[in-house]
């Protein structure tokens, strides 16, 4: 935690995995929102509540979906690609000729890579969450016309902090799961091309995995913590 | 250009010019679980020496050059950088020894994301931040017109043959002015003519920086041209230690096998 700091390695990996992240997560984000809100219409209408549907679509999307769905698309992508690229320097001894230039590796590989995905997914969030709920009122509009600001209004109806921060904060738990256990699978590899594979592989299969362990523990967290 | 032995400092010489080692390696061992790789190694480099570490692959060569730069941890024995010993030293403590080290890998391990003027820059970078920028890319030219890899700037490391990056990997490990200079089978996997060019890239190298050097090699050719004493390595036992007349004549079987079948 002491200077010097690799701010630019910082900010190419806050590009690396924010902005080029972006896109999937919005189209994922997106594709949630459809499917949330095609259930969501149907479920309710069985039970006449049929006018909860804004509040039920931001409460699950802001809540739940968005953030897991978030966390599981960063996990495959920036997860697979920061094990294979560090796992490729690792077996081509690139890490070790960092580390004879006197630099230290773990300091500018993988404390870059923790720190931009910590600082990132709450941000990839917001934007699955604002492209979930714009596709979500979409999808319920072109069946019975729904008026976006009325959406908004009533789905948003009551909301505090508790309802909305915390869910979307806890992805940098999610970002910090990820980061560790991508650099701890690249920068151990042994074996070759055989071994950058696995280490991709094993980057996103952990972290998915831990991701969705973790989200159980930070539910019940925030259940607690913000009631 | 023809290498000259003449450009080699003679070792008695260089022996009267300072009483502390520039590397100083005392009775190391490593094994590697069950397999013993250096078995009481002892080897010693003065200032603006050149010793080639011959050897059978897996006699432990490069894990010698690893533990001088500090990559592995020995099992016991000591290393001393310029009278300064490697053990129990802090990340610290031990970045500063490295910085006086210059460290040319067996594949050269470039950077496959930065270009080769990128690659050269990078210890400048991180160590000499209070570089100006103009000043930083001038040095970076000058290296790699110095290794003859003036025009290959933005070239990634990818696009340049393999010799190439070996003439850049030796420019990086000049970068900061190193007073220790280790070189990991610089020839290994070039053919006969880009293995005398960089003979003689590391020949004109040493003769213009002085530089304690360790050159770990199974080619005798180039051992013989670039050092001035050889250390022939066997079952992680020094065998034989002299100049190149000295292992000739040797009558120690595994030496005279060893000259006649490299």
């Known amino acids: ?13 806050l590009d690396e995995i924010g902005s080029k992240s972006l896109p999937l997560v919005a189209l994922a984000g997106a594709a949630i929102g459809v499917v949330v809100s095609l259930e969501a219409r149907y479920t309710l209408s069985r039970f006449g509540a049929k006018s909860l549907f804004p509040s039920s679509l931001v409460y699950s ?11 599981l698309v960063v996990s495959g992508r920036v997860g697979a690609g920061i094990g294979a690229e560090l796992a490729s320097m690792k077996v081509t001894e690139q890490i070790d000729a960092i580390e004879a230039s006197a630099i230290n590796p773990y300091r500018l590989l993988a404390a870059t890579r923790i720190l931009a995905c910590i600082v990132m997914l709450p941000l990839l ?41 915390p869910p979307t904060f806890k992805t940098s738990v999610y970002g910090l799961i990820i980061g560790l256990i991508a650099c701890f699978q690249g920068m151990r590899t042994t074996g070759g091309a055989e071994g ?25 967290f925030i259940l607690v913590v913000f009631p | 250009m023809t290498a000259s032995p003449d450009t080699r400092m003679k070792t008695e010489e260089i022996g009267k010019e300072g009483r502390v080692a520039a590397i100083a390696v005392e009775n190391l061992r490593k094994s590697f679980d069950a397999l013993m790789v250096l ?35 020995p099992d016991s024995g000591s290393i001393q950088i310029q009278g300064q010993s490697l053990s129990g030293l802090s990340v610290d403590e031990l970045g500063v020894l490295r910085k006086k080290m210059g460290f040319l890998f067996q594949h050269a391990a470039l950077y496959d994301s930065l270009t080769v003027a990128e690659n050269v820059a990078f210890p400048l970078a991180h160590h000499r931040r209070e570089m100006a920028k103009s000043e930083r890319s001038d040095r970076v030219e000058r290296l790699l017109a110095e290794v003859g890899m003036e025009t290959s700037l933005d070239k990634m490391p990818s696009e340049i043959s393999g010799g190439m990056q070996k003439r850049v990997g030796l420019a990086r490990a ?6 220790i200079l ?22 004109k190298l040493q003769a213009e920086h002085h530089m304690a050097s360790i050159v770990v090699t199974h080619d005798l050719f180039s051992a013989k041209t670039i050092s001035n004493r050889l250390a022939l390595l066997d ?13 000739q004549q040797s009558d120690i079987s595994f030496v005279s096998e060893f000259l006649q079948h490299p």
């Open chain 2, 39 to 73: 078995n009481g190694i002892t080897l010693r480099v003065e200032q603006g020496e050149t010793l080639a570490v011959l050897g059978r692959s897996g006699t432990g060569k490069s894990v010698l050059l690893r533990i001088i730069i500090g990559l592995v941890q």
């Open chain 1, 196 to 220: 950058v594979g696995r280490a991709a592989t094993n980057s996103v299969v952990l972290a998915s995995l831990f991701l969705i362990l973790a989200d159980v523990v930070l539910v019940k």
């Open chain 2, 174 to 179: 000049l970068a900061l002015q190193p007073e």
């Open chain 1, 1 to 13: 935690m002491t200077p010097p700091y690799e701010w630019r390695e910082l900010i190419r990996q």
């Open chain 1, 125 to 165: 969030t917001v934007a699955a969450d604002i492209c979930a709920l714009l596709t979500g009122w979409f999808a319920q509009a072109m069946v019975e016309p729904l008026a976006f600001r009325q959406f908004i209004e009533n789905g948003f109806h009551g909301a505090t902090f508790n309802a909305f921060l």
């Open chain 2, 235 to 247: 079952q992680g036992n020094v065998v034989i230690e002299g100049t190149f007349e000295d292992l």
């Open chain 2, 182 to 203: 280790l070189l990991d089978e610089p020839t290994a996997g070039l053919d006969p003519i880009s293995s005398r060019e960089i003979d003689d890239l590391i020949l």
């Open chain 1, 61 to 71: 999307v802001i809540e739940v979906m968005g953030p897991i769905i978030t966390g």
